[in-house]
Each structure stands twice: as structure tokens, then as C-alpha cells.
């Protein structure tokens, strides 16, 4: 989960993009993907699928 983390909020911040860019790119809410950058939350496949739509990344990327 830390490495999930760690990426996300890595490449959101390589990005440019804010949390609430990226939770309204991966349809979930920004207190759902603070939680997750913060390791306080795990994410389903299905959320890590989407999040990493709204990255432009492949998923295995953000687990890694």
C-alpha cells in the first residue's frame, strides 16, 4: 500500500495536477484519493484502474 501511495501522489504532483484534478479524472472523491495518497485507505482494482486512466499510466506503474 505504501508503494501505491508513494506513486500516486508522485506522479500527480509530476502531473500538475491538484487532488481534485485527478479525483474528477478518476471519478472518485478527494477526500477518497487524500486518504489513499496518505496510505490511510487501500483502493480497489477497479479505483487503481481508474486512477491510473487519470494519471495516463499503465496500473502496474502505481504499484511498483
Do not use: F, K, W
Amino acid at each position: 500500500m505504501e508503494a501505491v501511495s508513494r506513486n500516486v501522489r508522485r506522479l500527480r504532483q509530476e502531473r500538475g495536477l491538484s487532488q481534485e484534478e485527478l479525483a474528477s479524472r478518476a471519478d472518485i472523491s478527494n477526500r477518497y484519493l487524500g486518504d489513499i495518497e496518505r496510505g490511510q485507505h487501500s483502493c480497489t482494482v477497479t479505483v487503481l484502474g481508474r486512477i491510473a486512466d487519470g494519471l495516463g499510466v499503465r496500473p502496474a506503474e502505481l504499484v511498483e
